[in-house]
């Protein structure tokens, strides 16, 4: 009878239906596939958000239950489901009944662990959504394009007149050349993409590295000043390897059908571009405007990386941390507060490009900024602005968007493409 005793408390319901659980889960984790994942136990604290302590019963009746020794320690990893990360959690924290599991979790969402190395996959589908969201915002982008740069348009013959507003680009834009012109130089813009992402967040990385500020060592804002530095520098390092594709992109979007050359355009594609201006200029020809970008892309980036990293910590804190809304308002004030902030400097960099391969050409930089606010006014280095707001809001729309359909489909929100 105390063998009978002994038997019955080893044997007790609790231990009996976490036994029974743990084999169907590990049958049914068999079945997904055959590739190495994480334990089974890994796997139902993952899926159920295990929190709650374990009572003292059923830790009397498992007390030998550890978590397996490749860990190296009594917890379960951190265990990612789609586009979930769940906290650590110590070994057997539940008191939830795990008799549910069988019905609760199901194998169809049973996520890999997070690898490590996935970097040119998510490099590669970061690519596929920048080439999604400039697309999807490449009409807007062009007319943003033709309305900072009309007043040159109209000085070499291009166009006939100054646009009105946006909305008459888009008509003029489309009765003149068609709907499909609306993406002309969307091609040299994804292009683009590749390696002035992958150029700017590997310099972003050294320099951050070279500068050095900690928060908690430093202060805050030699930290901020820090994220400011290596922001700046971080673009403007890799606007010498991208300029020739970005003046390529501006000339093709510029190219409207002339108004007094029998509606013939001045290049044929992205090649033709890189051959008359090698031809009329040489190589400072793919190059000009080059020093006054290298202003604006300090100043762009450095508030675009600094700011965001800076106030992102600080502003999205408690329940605006996990919140979409917050993230996405604030990503889009400080993308449209860094481009508002840099836009002047951008229509004298776009301004100057346009005079490549033409007779009159500005002497440098301040030459042109002096000339534009003298003939055109102080208004003139903004033309284009109001496109621009809602181009920001189109491509983090449709970025939104994708992210959401990588974790439906995908089971994981790969890079975005936000440069």
Known sequence: MRLYGDARRVFSLPSFRILSTLLVCERKATMIDQVQHPSIMDKVAGQLHLRSGVSSGIRSYDGAFRHPAMYQRPSFG?????????????????????????????????????????????????????????????????????????DEMIKTGRLSEPYKGIGDCFSRTMKDEGVISLWRGNTANVIRYFPTQALNFAFKDYFKRLF????????????????????????????????????????LANDAKAAKKGGERQFNG????????????????????????????IVYRGLYFGLYDSIKPVVLTGSL??????????????????????YPIDTVRRRMMMTSGEAVKYKSSLDAFSQILKNEGAKSLFKGAGANILRAV???????????????VLGKKYGSGGA
Request: hydrophobic content about 45%.
């Open 321 to 342: 941390q996990d919140s979409f809304f917050a993230s996405f308002a604030l990503g889009w004030l400080i993308t449209n507060g860094a481009g508002l902030a840099s």
């Open 270 to 297: 992205l090649v033709d571009v890189y051959r008359k201006t090698l031809a009329s200029d040489g190589v400072a020809g793919l190059y000009r405007g080059f020093n006054i970008s290298c202003v604006g892309i």
């Open 78 to 150: 951190n265990y990612s489901n789609a586009a979930l990360q769940y906290p650590v959690m110590p070994s057997c924290k539940t008191t939830m009944d795990l008799s549910s599991v069988a019905t609760t979790a199901s194998p169809v969402f049973a996520a890999a662990p997070v690898e490590k190395g996935n970097f040119l996959v998510d490099f590669l589908m970061g690519g596929v959504s920048a080439a999604v969201s400039k697309t999807a915002a490449a009409p807007i982008e062009r007319v943003k394009l033709l309305i900072q740069n009309q």
């Open 394 to 408: 189109a491509g983090a729309g449709v970025l939104a968007g994708y992210d959401k359909l990588q974790v439906l």
């Open 212 to 251: 050095n500020f900690k928060k908690d060592r430093d202060g805050y804002w030699k930290w901020f000043a820090g994220n400011l530095a290596s922001g700046g520098a971080a673009g403007a390092s890799s606007l010498l390897f991208v300029y020739s594709l970005d003046y390529a992109r501006t000339r």
